[in-house]
């Protein structure tokens, strides 16, 4: 299995501030063939199934704010969040798609502080 | 635009088959995959399978031995059985389906149901 890992657990920062949740991968999920990172972002707030919002580890899905990016390589990945608004306050998941045994990483908490 | 629902007891007996349908609706169950995704309360997300219109499954190893995936094309809906039911199994479960980008569809998930909660307890 590919074991996703991520870092902070949680972290609260005030309104506008910059987030940055780090996912790290148990190996490489870069495919040299086609040159892209299998890895996804999803958000999800209490109550609500989780929501796409990155994929090849940082292309943004249709819909999602511009102030959420994704970046990084091989193992190591960020979710960044440019200026933090209230309705971000979610927990935070990165996933693998590099084998089929799909894993998530065990999620970051943000909240407004 | 299409939507999931999911259905089904949402209290199953220890030892019994936890049984969930997954009913598509704005669009067509055909020529994707199709997934079974759970949530312990307060926990984090466990894949458990998916489907393929054609009957072609792929289950997490560690589920394996007791779960099956069905679908049922006609009724554009797809199944979950998961059998020896025990209180480990509570969780909320969604179903979901993998998204496709320039033909292929390399394993994300674009579009999940609401969830619902099953509880394992006599």
């Known amino acids: 299995d590919i074991v996703m890992t991520q870092s902070p657990d949680s972290l609260a920062l005030s309104l506008g501030e910059r987030a940055t949740i780090n996912c790290k991968s148990s190996?490489?999920?870069?495919?040299?063939?086609?040159?892209?990172?299998?890895l996804a972002w999803y958000q999800q707030k209490p109550g609500q199934p989780p929501r796409l919002l990155i994929y090849?580890?940082?292309a943004r899905e249709s819909g999602v704010p511009d102030r959420f990016s994704g970046s990084g390589s091989g193992t190591d990945f960020t979710l960044t969040i440019s200026s933090l608004q209230a309705e971000d306050v979610a927990v935070y998941y990165c996933?693998?798609?590099?084998?089929?045994?799909?894993?998530f990483g065990p999620g970051t908490k943000v909240e407004i502080k | 635009q299409v939507q999931l629902q999911e259905s089904g007891p949402g209290l199953v007996k220890p030892s019994e088959t936890l049984s969930l349908t997954c009913t598509v609706s704005g669009g067509s169950i055909s020529s994707l995959y199709w997934n079974w995704i759970r949530q312990p309360p307060g926990k984090g997300l466990e894949w458990i399978g998916y489907i393929y219109d054609t009957g072609r499954t792929n289950y997490n190893p560690s589920l394996k031995s007791r779960v099956t995936i069905s679908v049922d094309t006609s009724k554009n809906q797809f199944s979950l059985k998961l059998s020896s039911a025990t209180a480990a199994d509570t969780a909320v479960y969604y179903c979901?389906?993998?998204?496709?980008?320039?033909?292929?569809?390399?394993?994300?998930?674009?579009?999940w149901g609401q969830g619902t909660l099953v509880t394992v307890s006599s």
């Open positions: 996933q693998q798609y590099y084998r089929t045994l799909f894993t």
């Open positions: 090849w580890a940082s």
């Open positions: 979901a389906r993998v998204g496709c980008n320039n033909g292929t569809c390399p394993g994300w998930f674009d579009t």
């Open positions: 190996q490489s999920i870069f495919y040299n063939s086609n040159n892209k990172n299998y």
